[in-house]
């Protein structure tokens, strides 16, 4: 009697482990409206180490690595606002913050994006309007071979606020500019 009961408890708690209503915690809503992302100041200045970038939060731009399927995410630190005026002031640059930003490319990088990061697309129709995808999808958006059930979305090449850990991108925020 007690075998068949625990033959009854495991055959019920397989079955509830299986059932597809069950969603796992890492299961991303794609194409799911969310903040667009915001920077105040600047963001982290490129320090590379032995080949390695710095963990931070850097301003990014990405590209499809020719005759590939891969990407690649071009790293470097923007300035914003008082800040950015600030930066050019100091630095003899009349016009060194046109539209309100300037991305300072005297140290750069290159980094690979994880296939697990949060990624979001700016909708190019509306500032401040994002939407949530994974690495798989902006792949084959700029590859221009993904589709988008977002009426009158079309991939632009905007920037993206990136969170860069271990030499990879693990959130990449595209962020909407003039």
Same mark, same amino acid.
């Given at each position: 009697m007690i075998i068949r009961r625990l033959f009854v408890v495991t055959i019920l708690i397989v079955f509830a482990g299986c059932s597809p209503g069950t969603?796992?915690?890492?299961?991303?809503?794609? #194409?799911?409206?969310?903040s667009a992302p915001v920077i105040k100041d600047s963001t982290d200045e490129v320090v590379v180490t032995n080949s390695r970038l710095d963990d931070g939060t850097y301003w990014t731009w990405v590209e499809r690595v020719l005759g590939t399927e891969s990407i690649v995410f071009h790293v470097a630190r923007v300035r914003m606002g008082a800040t950015c005026e600030a930066w050019a002031k100091e630095n003899g640059m009349q016009e060194g913050c046109m539209d309100d930003y300037a991305v300072d490319q005297n140290e750069t990088a290159l980094?690979?994006?994880s296939?697990?990061?949060?990624?979001?697309?700016a909708f190019q129709e509306s500032p401040g309007t994002s939407y949530e995808i994974n690495t798989s999808v902006l792949k084959k958006l700029i590859a221009g071979v993904a589709t988008s059930p977002i009426a009158q979305y079309h #991939?632009?090449?905007?920037p993206f606020i990136s969170r860069i850990k271990n030499n990879t991108v693990v959130e990449a925020q595209q962020m909407w500019v003039p």
């Open positions: 969603e796992s915690l890492t299961t991303q809503k794609i #194409w799911r409206k969310v980094v690979d994006i296939e697990t990061a949060r990624v979001t697309v #991939w632009v090449p905007f």
